[in-house]
Nanobody, 123 residues
Framework: QVQLVESGGGLVQAGDSLTLSCAAS????????MGWFRQAPGKEREFVAA????????YRTDSVKGRFTISRVYAKNTVYLQMNSLTPEDTGVYYC????????????????WGQGTQVTVSS
């Protein structure tokens, strides 16, 4: 079992870029699937992107793919989410999550979660 801590959120303007980081500790997670989810005010948590232990990635196809990139650096036990061309619709709390022996986009497939980092995009 690992512990996850997100960082890098903040207030930006529409069109700006932002990179989020997720640092893992407690146990190696090189073979974990790592994912990013977000939750906008008053809405349910939704999948953003995920990367497997082997480096394969999947993205939310509506509004995210083409703008966001997920990556991981095994030596640092860190996962990143690079976000470009941000819009106010991207505003929300972004959560990092880890899954053992799972590859997919369902939130209930991920057993370990961070506390989230706030991303606010102004118009």
């Amino acid at each position: 079992q690992v512990q996850l801590v997100e960082s890098g959120g903040g207030l930006v303007q529409a069109g700006d870029s932002l990179t989020l980081s997720c640092a893992a500790s407690g146990r190696t997670f090189s073979r974990y699937t790592m994912g990013w989810f977000r939750q906008a005010p008053g809405k349910e948590r939704e999948f953003v992107a995920a990367v497997t232990w082997s480096g394969g990635s999947i993205y939310r196809t509506d509004s995210v793919k083409g703008r966001f990139t997920i990556s991981r650096v095994y030596a640092k036990n860190t996962v990143y989410l690079q976000m470009n061309s941000l819009t106010p619709e991207d505003t929300g709390v972004y959560y990092c999550a880890a899954a053992e022996d799972y590859y997919g986009s369902a939130a209930d497939g991920f057993g370990t979660w961070g506390q989230g980092t706030q991303v606010t995009v102004s118009s």
